[in-house]
């Protein structure tokens, strides 16, 4: 049973508007959640993340809310760029390990 | 620092084969990961090390899979006999205090 999900396998969005990519995870003891950003041929890498204790984190375009209670976070890009098409990987960690979601292919359009 | 390490970028060998990757972490990280990337799993963990030390290989599919960590510095994957449904690509990521850095990944097509 997959312990973080991805329930959108794609998504796009026109160049200027805000991209929404969502996550649900199922173990309490994840403690620690990030996002990969993956461009073909090319590994994972790091983007964005959040602590437990936290609420939301910014970092210019990129920002991940994060729901405790409904055990589900949320990547928001705005504004989307043709530059952020990709595939979004959501992760979290228990402080050893990192469990990966499917991932989301995300198209920008121009 | 050069990152994270792999070899070969790509392998196409015969079912029956014996393959081996290699990676190279991060100088310092104390963690090391291997993962498959699937169409259908996304990144699925198959073993984790931590101070050379495998922690958790829960995800390695079967026997025909191994790894290994002589030092903080080498890491191989190793699969004996290949079959065509290994065919994927396979990354190896490091980490320390909290953050995982991959590298560019080997792509295996077993025939």
């Known amino acids: 049973d997959q312990q973080v999900k991805q329930n959108s396998p794609s998504l796009s969005v026109q160049e200027g508007r805000i991209s929404i990519l969502n996550c649900d995870y199922t173990n309490s003891m994840f403690d620690y959640f990030l996002w990969y950003k993956k461009y073909p041929a090319e590994g994972p890498t790091f983007l964005i993340s959040i602590s437990s204790i936290k609420d939301k984190n910014e970092d210019g375009r990129f920002t991940v809310f994060l729901n405790k209670s409904a055990k589900h976070l949320s990547l928001h890009i705005v504004p989307s760029q043709p530059g952020d098409s990709a595939v979004y990987f959501c992760a979290a960690s228990d402080g050893q390990n990192f469990v990966f979601g499917p991932g989301t292919r995300l198209s920008v359009l121009p | 620092d050069a990152g994270v390490i792999q070899s070969p970028r790509h392998e196409v060998t015969e079912m029956g084969q014996e393959v081996t990757l290699r990676c190279k972490p991060i100088?310092?990280?104390?963690?090391l990961f291997w993962y498959r990337q699937t169409m259908m799993r996304g990144l699925e963990l198959l073993i984790y090390?931590?101070?050379?030390?495998?922690?958790?290989d829960s995800g390695m599919p079967e026997d025909r899979f191994s790894a290994k960590m002589p030092n903080a510095s080498f890491s191989t994957l190793k699969i004996q006999p290949s079959e065509p449904r290994d065919s994927a690509v396979y990354f190896c990521a490091s980490s320390r205090w909290g953050e995982l850095f991959f590298g560019e990944g080997s792509r295996l097509t077993v025939l």
């Open positions: 100088s310092g990280h104390n963690s």
């Open positions: 090390f931590n101070n050379n030390v495998p922690i958790d």
